[in-house]
DNA sequence: CTGTTAGCGCTTTCAG
DNA sequence: CTGAAAGCGCTAACAG
């Protein structure tokens, strides 16, 4: 049997109110009793139970964590850097992942409602109109990394996707690239996806270049899915001279098929991906992608957390820096093929 | 204001008892009632407050996950093994990372258990005797994924590290590789990174020759790591003819600096890593290594944990097997240099 | 400064 | 089959 704070107000002679303020007001307690109740805490070892207080202060200490999937370094990084921020907190995070199903996410944010966390965090770039509706009754603080949902009260953390894709297309064009590919998320995907394949379009209209349908192919940011796209690339008649994908993953799948097709990149075909993860400047060659603050993300979203969870304003948006990395998967084009 | 079981027994007109019982045992109660309540709740959108229940019931259906690192995908799919066996379930995980530090694994088994988490999966490898302390005085039931901590009662999942080394070795031996590095992991890690640099030692014994201490380098188990050691390894006179890599993150740092010093691999050093992450069958070359099998790490883990949750018996020891994958960075060697 | 009391939302005897 | 009442462990007025 776990010892109670009745056990602890016994063991010391007092009531167990006493011993309540000593644990969260001990200043106004005398010295005398405080050092007592102290002493009878420390040798039996007494800790609250979280439960308990939980149940009479409306207060779990925990927050509840959505993320998409488990296994890409971009999603873990942002947990890594909401840790931090929480590091010397009493908070603790209920987590989990929706491998991208928003019935996932919906049914989840009911299970942490009900286990009544004190705010959520959720990564996520698809919110169709049930989430946006979940999302709304939440009863307490939310924050949303990744997309602008669009809605009104909900801060949101992100990076410009648009002008990010914008910025590689326009610099692969500069190379003298036009026959540019563009393997995307999963068309589904409202937010990130699309206007990173935004960017991907305008940046080519500006060059007065329409956007060719069997130019752009689809993913669901896997490796797998980067290889099997560039796969089917590779048989058409129309090679391109370069392929822009919506994240690293894809990309090091393109990469890999190229080499096991003696593509060379970037002598045959340019690559750029998207994120920036660990393996872009570990892989041969490094790949030229769009570098963006994960840590920062989380770090930024578990401020903003704090901030809400404590009665404070925070800011609708806040929009984080991306750069342009350029390493050896992306050359000036040679000649036309 | 929530709505809460007495509004919901004032709506029916029973007493909050009777809704109780059609959360919990509906065939309890008439149909009738059983009826009249459930079209309380249903237009209400009544949800019974879990923290409520948990302090009644005991039981918060919270079971804790505590993890080295997120973002290493040798334990994220860990994870994912975990959720998939508890997806239809009630149950939410608390989980957090300790980057290796034994002092925050203590410091988070405490907070879960004052969270009154249900169970703890703990994946470490290092276990000193005040975490034992601690593991042991833990109140619910605990599994351990990754090493034997020598704890008579808590069940442990795992591989055979040991001879998995020990493989790997006389691989490498049998190839005619004699000067075989190891880059270890962090030398005060007592096991699996020990057993596996037990197994490195016995298989050179078995073929009599001596482990060289400058043949023995230590890493933290990253890219980095990996890359620094082998930048070492290179400055000396003697040059290895293979590596042998704790992880396959180290591994490919080595491959990295290899081919940034026009090491070729696997002509002139051959390499082999540990875990078999996705990058590693994806990188050029692809890399030879150690399978494991994470996925079913976890959820043999959660299957137990969900056994010893319902008071059954579990096997105190569960090993998983692993397998040699020989792929591009291993190769007999030439001649001697 | 300290103790008494009520209550957080739910479950579970115990009567009826 | 149903309701009243006690209790899970803790906090927060309210008196004294």
Redesign the interface.
């Known amino acids: 049997m ?1 010892i109670t704070i009745n056990d602890v107000a016994k063991l010391a002679g007092v009531s167990k109110a006493t011993v309540s303020r000593v644990i969260n007001n001990p200043e106004t307690v005398s010295e005398n009793l405080r050092s007592k109740i102290l002493e009878v805490i420390d040798t039996t070892n007494y ?6 207080q ?2 009479s202060n409306k207060r ?3 927050i509840g964590i959505i993320i998409p999937d ?2 890409n ?1 971009v999603f ?2 942002i ?2 850097g909401i ?1 931090d921020v929480f590091k010397e907190t ?1 908070y ?6 929706t491998n991208f199903a928003v019935k996932t996410e919906i049914k ?1 944010i ?7 966390v004190d705010g959520l965090v959720i990564l996520t770039d698809q919110i169709n109109d049930e989430l946006r509706a979940v999302l709304e009754n939440f ?1 307490k603080p939310i924050i949303i990394i990744g997309s602008d949902a669009g809605l009104e009260k909900i801060p949101v953390v992100k990076i410009d996707n648009y002008r990010a894709a914008f910025e590689v297309v326009s610099y692969l064009l500069n190379l003298g690239h036009e026959k540019i590919v563009m393997i995307t998320g999963d068309m589904k995907d409202k937010f990130s996806g699309e206007l990173r394949f935004d960017g991907y379009v305008s940046a080519l209209k500006r060059k007065g270049l329409k956007v060719q349908r069997e130019f752009v192919y689809s993913s669901k940011y896997s ?1 797998k899915d980067g290889y099997k796209a560039m796969t089917k690339i590779l048989t058409r008649t129309v090679v391109p001279t370069a392929v822009f994908c919506v994240n690293d993953k894809v990309a ?2 393109v ?2 098929c190229c ?1 096991d097709n003696q593509i060379l990149v970037p002598e045959d075909i340019s690559v750029v991906g998207f994120d920036d993860i ?2 872009a400047s ?3 060659p490094t790949l030229s992608t769009v570098s963006q603050p994960f840590m920062e993300k989380g770090r930024a979203a578990a401020e903003n957390m704090l901030k809400m969870i404590n009665g404070k304003e925070v800011q609708r948006e806040i929009v984080l820096d991306h750069e342009l990395i350029i390493r050896q998967t992306t050359a000036k084009i040679k000649r036309k093929k």
């Open positions: 776990k800790r609250p139970s979280k439960v308990a939980a149940l779990t200490n925990i488990f296994t370094p873990s990084k947990i890594v840790e009493e603790d995070f209920l987590m989990t992942s989840q009911k299970m942490f409602d009900e286990k009544n009863t490796s090091i799948g990469l890999k080499h660990e393996i570990l892989y041969n």
